[in-house]
C-alpha cells in the first residue's frame, strides 16, 4: 500500500519500472529531487494550485492530484499565484469551457512575473483534440495537458516537463483515447478529513444524445469490490466516517467483472464495515435503477436517505430523442416505488431546458413532473450544444431567448417548491455531521443531515468531521437552523 513506500528509498540511478503504481512512485521520488534543488535555491518549497472545475468525479480526481504532488513535497495553496498551477477541466457545457479560456489569460500574465511557473491542465476538455489544437496555438505557455485516463501519470509528466533542457522546453501533452487499466494503490490527499468519494467506477455506456461525457471519459469500467472495500476500510482507520460512492451510472456497477456483482450488493458489503456512519451515491439513471438497489437502501442502515435521480426533462418524447430509454410514466412509478420503500427519502435532479426541438407543450410536461415529484433540490441547466454529440448536429435547436424564458420559469418553480418541501421536518431532531465552521455567523457550525439538507447550529470547531443531534428549529429556504441536544453520556450523573 503506498502508506507503506519510502520515496526516498527508491534508487534513482536505476531504470523506471514498467509496470504501475511502482513507476509512479518512482516518478515522485524523482519530482521530489526537483522539488529539493527548488528549496536548495528559493530557501521555500514549490507551491502547488489545483482549481476543480466540474462535478464530483473531478472533485475526487483533484484528490488524487494533490495526493501525488504532496508525495513529491510540493506546498498546497488555493492562490494562483503558485510555482505550480493545475486546472482540472470540465467540458459537458460550453460555459465550463470558456471559463478556463477566461482563466488561462489571467496565468499568462502570472507567469510573464514568474517565467518558472509550471502550468498544467488536465480532465475532460482535454480529451477534446479541438480545445487542445485551441490551447497549443493559443496559450503556447502551458507546460503540460493531460486527459482523464492518465491523471496517475502526474509526476512522470511533471519529471519530462522538467527535465527538458531548458531553452528548449517543449508542451507536453500526453491525452490517451481509452484505456482498460484502472491504477489502485496510489496516494490521495482529501479535502475533507471525515468524508470522502471513492470511484466504483469510470465511464459511461449510455450516449445520452446531449451528453460527452462518454467521449470524454471513455467506456464503462468498473473497480473489485474488493479493492472498493479495502479502500473503505483504509479510509475508515483514517477518521473517514461518511463515503460517496461515485460513478456516472452507479446502477449499472459490477456488470463487467470476470465475476459479476450488482450495485445493490456492493452496497449492502459497504453496509457492513465497521466504524463507517454514512453512505451516499451519485449518479443513478433512472433507467437501471432496479427493485433490488431500493431494498438495498431500505435495509441498509448506513444509507442515506437521499437519492440524485436526473429526469432531464418531463417529455417522453423528448426522453426517446434524448436517448433515456424510459419515459414520464415510468420516472413517476419509480419515483412512487422509492417513496413507498422510503417515505422519508429527499429527492433531487437534474433538468435540461432547451434540448433541440422542446416545444412549449414538453417543457410543460417538465414542470408537471416537477410539481408532482416535488424535489428537494434540483440542478437545472440550459442546453448547451457539444460538438460530436448526435444532439449537436440536430436542426431544430430552440432559440436561445425562447429556452432562457422557460429555464427562469422552471428555476422559480422548483425554488418554491424547495422551499416548501424543506420545512417538513421542522421540530425534529435529526443527526447531523457536522462539516465546518458556519461562513456567515461567527460561533455557529454547518453539517449535513442523511437527507443531505445543510443546518446550521450553535457550536464549537471541535464538532467537525462528528455526528451530532440537532433539533430543526426553522427552515430557511433551503437549509435549517437548528440547536444541538446535548450529548447525554457527556452529561454529569444527577
Ligand atoms: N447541456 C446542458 N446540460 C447538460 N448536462 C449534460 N450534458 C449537457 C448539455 N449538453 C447536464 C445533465 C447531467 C448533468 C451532469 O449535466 O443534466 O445530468
Ligand atoms: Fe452523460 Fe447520460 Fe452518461 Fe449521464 S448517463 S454521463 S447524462 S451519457
Redesign the pocket.
Known amino acids: 500500500m503506498y502508506q507503506e513506500i519510502d520515496l526516498d528509498k527508491i534508487d534513482m540511478n536505476a531504470e523506471p519500472p514498467a509496470e504501475e503504481p511502482a513507476r509512479q512512485y518512482y516518478f515522485m521520488a524523482k519530482c521530489r529531487q526537483w522539488v529539493r534543488e527548488f528549496e536548495g535555491k528559493n530557501g521555500r518549497r514549490p507551491t502547488a494550485c489545483i482549481q476543480t472545475f466540474g ?1 464530483q468525479m473531478n472533485a475526487r480526481d483533484s484528490e488524487k492530484l494533490l495526493g501525488i504532488l504532496s508525495q513529491a513535497g510540493f506546498q498546497e495553496t488555493d492562490r494562483e499565484e503558485a510555482d505550480f498551477v493545475l486546472y482540472n477541466t470540465c467540458t ?2 460550453d460555459n465550463a469551457n470558456q471559463k478556463v479560456y477566461g482563466h488561462l489569460g489571467y496565468l499568462r500574465n502570472l507567469k510573464r512575473r514568474n517565467p518558472d511557473m509550471l502550468i498544467a491542465l488536465c480532465g475532460c476538455m482535454m480529451q477534446e483534440k479541438t480545445a487542445v489544437d485551441r490551447i497549443k496555438k493559443s496559450y503556447p505557455f502551458v507546460d503540460i495537458i493531460f486527459g482523464t485516463h492518465n491523471i496517475f501519470k502526474l509526476a512522470e509528466l511533471i519529471c519530462k516537463r522538467t527535465g527538458c533542457p531548458s531553452g528548449r522546453r517543449e508542451m507536453v501533452v500526453d491525452v490517451w483515447d481509452s484505456t482498460e487499466a484502472i491504477v489502485e494503490e496510489l496516494p490521495t490527499e482529501r479535502k475533507f478529513p471525515f468524508k470522502s468519494g471513492v470511484n466504483i467506477m469510470f465511464g459511461c455506456n449510455n450516449f ?1 444524445s ?4 462518454p467521449y470524454v471519459r471513455g467506456r464503462e469500467r468498473s473497480r473489485e469490490p474488493e479493492d472498493i472495500l479495502a479502500e473503505i476500510r483504509r479510509l475508515v482507520q483514517d477518521g473517514v466516517v461518511e463515503v460517496m460512492l461515485l460513478g456516472q451510472n452507479v446502477n449499472s456497477y459490477g456488470k463487467n467483472l470476470a465475476h459479476p456483482i450488482t450495485f445493490a450488493q456492493l452496497l449492502r458489503r459497504v453496509n457492513e464495515i465497521e466504524g463507517l456512519e454514512r453512505i451516499r451515491f451519485m ?1 443513478s439513471h433512472p433507467k437501471d435503477l432496479s427493485p433490488e438497489l431500493i431494498e438495498a437502501m431500505k435495509d441498509c442502515d448506513k444509507v442515506c436517505r437521499h437519492l440524485h435521480l ?1 429526469l ?1 426533462s418531463g417529455s417522453s418524447r423528448i426522453l426517446g430523442v434524448m436517448n433515456r430509454r424510459y419515459t414520464k410514466e415510468r420516472y413517476l412509478e419509480l419515483v412512487e416505488e422509492i417513496r413507498e420503500a422510503m417515505p422519508d427519502i429527499s429527492l433531487t435532479t ?3 431546458v432547451g ?1 433541440p426541438g422542446e416545444t412549449e407543450e414538453d417543457f410543460e410536461e417538465t414542470l408537471d413532473v416537477v410539481r408532482r415529484v416535488r424535489y428537494d433540490s434540483a ?1 437545472t ?6 460538438t460530436g ?1 448526435p ?1 449537436a448536429a440536430m436542426e431544430n435547436q430552440v432559440p436561445e431567448d425562447v429556452a432562457k424564458e422557460r429555464f427562469d420559469r422552471l428555476l422559480k418553480e422548483v425554488q418554491g417548491i424547495a422551499g416548501e418541501v424543506c420545512g417538513r421536518d421542522t421540530g425534529t431532531v435529526q443527526k447531523v455531521l457536522v462539516e465546518c465552521p458556519d461562513d456567515h455567523q461567527e460561533g455557529y457550525m454547518t453539517g449535513r443531515l442523511s437527507n443531505n439538507t445543510i443546518v446550521h447550529f450553535p457550536g464549537g470547531k471541535d464538532l467537525v468531521g462528528r455526528i451530532v443531534e440537532v433539533r430543526l428549529e426553522e427552515a430557511r429556504g433551503f437549509y435549517y437552523m437548528g440547536s444541538r441536544i446535548q450529548d447525554r453520556s457527556a452529561c454529569e450523573p444527577c
Open positions: 462535478c459537458v457545457r445520452c446531449y451528453c460527452i461525457v449518479t436526473p432531464q437534474d433538468i435540461i434540448f440542478f441547466f440550459l442546453y448547451s450544444k457539444r454529440t444532439a
